[in-house]
């Protein structure tokens, strides 16, 4: 119980100095959009693609790349996975154990998720497992050190739409933590209005 209440106590932490970052980041961005408007400056002028690509390259490090795909990545998947019991698994061979843990996992994060986005996750899910598939199938047909499959569109797409799974995992993470916290404000405060549901 008490290892449980450390993980939650840093997933809360996290998410709190995420939403600050986000909101720093809100407000200069709302700040630059505002001095943009009264300057008027035209689609095509220097000033313009200027503050676009500050908009994208300001603020952005080798170090917050790492804890993306480190720190960020790993507490995600403690998250979904903090409630998940695998511990029958361990006596069993990888290639029994694995897919019985992935299987878990998918029920865990579909169990957070409203009924309707339970139904999109249990399409968009095997689909992207399939463009994998056929992008794995791709590389061993042109070899592990080909450049050809850089020039198909489809893997591309499986890439871009990984990259995007990611993302709104990470995005999902960040809101069932905010719901959590705001249910149990409302909790010890009767008075509070209670969350939305979706």
Same mark, same amino acid.
């Given at each position: ?20 970052? %986000?909101? *720093?980041? #809100?407000? +200069?961005?709302?700040?630059?959009? $505002?001095?943009?408007? !009264?300057?008027?400056? @035209?689609? &095509? ?60 996992? %998918?029920? *865990?994060? #579909?169990? +957070?998720?409203?009924?309707?986005? $339970?139904?999109?996750? !249990?399409?968009?899910? @095997?689909? &992207? ?66 969350? +939305?549901?979706?």
């Amino acid at each position: 119980m008490t290892v449980a209440r450390d993980r939650f106590n840093r997933f809360d932490r996290f998410a709190e100095r995420t939403r600050e970052r %986000f909101d *720093a980041f #809100a407000s +200069r961005f709302a700040a630059e959009a $505002r001095k943009a408007r !009264a300057r008027s400056v @035209p689609a &095509l002028d220097a000033d313009y693609w200027k503050a676009l690509q500050d908009l994208f390259t300001r603020d952005v490090t080798h170090e917050g790349l790492s804890a993306l795909f480190r720190q960020e990545a790993q507490d995600t998947f403690h998250f979904f996975t903090r409630e998940i019991d695998l511990s029958d698994l361990q006596a069993r061979p990888w290639h029994k154990r694995w897919p019985i843990a992935l299987w878990r996992t %998918f029920q *865990a994060v #579909a169990y +957070r998720l409203s009924p309707w986005r $339970r139904i999109l996750f !249990a399409l968009a899910t @095997p689909i &992207l497992l399939l463009g994998w598939l056929r992008f794995g199938m791709i590389l061993v047909l042109a070899g592990p050190l080909s450049v050809a499959p850089l020039s198909d569109w489809e893997v591309w797409a499986i890439l871009g739409a990984s990259l995007l799974f990611f993302l709104l995992v990470l995005e999902l993470r960040d809101k069932l933590t905010w719901r959590w916290r705001g249910r149990s404000s409302s909790a010890s405060c009767p008075s509070s209005p209670s969350p +939305r549901t979706e």
